[in-house]
């Protein structure tokens, strides 16, 4: 399963807004709804929200990886996006977080969810690919930089 053929271009942006985690959160959640009309801003931003009470999905070295299941969701909905000043996501570094891979998976399927987000954590272990997602001037170039990085992972 390849990142790539999770995103698209109107889930990624290289101007998320949000000066707090709930916040981010609710700008995530819209981005995960762009193109899904069956997915409410609403329900989807219960479903992030509810994941990070249990603990942060802030991960470290300046990325959050905010994910969650939702009924009657038929596959893997992914957004990506960059915070140009990061914010406070509780990460274990203490560090502001500014990229950010959200993730939606359909709740009867947790196995997919798990695949996705050990794909990204691998891709995001990569301090190149780090840079390469935060130096992006639009959204063409972040999706450029994930095909790359999955390219040179296999």
């Keep these: 399963m390849r990142l790539i053929d999770l995103l698209t271009r109107e889930r990624t942006t290289t101007s ?5 985690k709930p916040e981010v959160l609710r700008h995530l959640a819209e981005l995960l709804c762009e193109d899904q009309p069956s997915l409410s801003t609403e329900r989807v931003l219960k479903a992030l929200s509810d994941r990070e009470e249990l603990a942060s999905t802030g991960i470290g070295s300046g990325v959050g990886v905010p994910h969650g299941r939702v009924e ?3 596959e893997v909905v992914v ?3 960059v915070h140009q000043s990061g914010v406070d996501f509780s990460a274990p570094d203490g560090r502001a977080t500014g990229i950010f891979f959200a993730v939606l998976a359909p709740a009867d399927r947790p196995g ?3 695949k996705v987000l050990a794909r990204i954590s691998r891709l ?3 301090e190149q690919f780090r840079e390469s997602l ?3 001037a639009d959204q063409d170039a972040l999706l450029e930089a994930v095909r790359g990085a999955e390219l040179g992972i296999g």
Excluded: C, E, Q
């Excluded at 998320?16 to 707090?20: C, E, F």
């Design 124 to 126: 995001v272990r990569a």
């Design 112 to 114: 997919v969810h798990l």
């Design 79 to 81: 957004a990506l996006a």
């Design 134 to 136: 935060r130096a992006a």
């Design 16 to 20: 998320l807004g949000g000066a707090s």
């Design 72 to 74: 009657a969701l038929d």
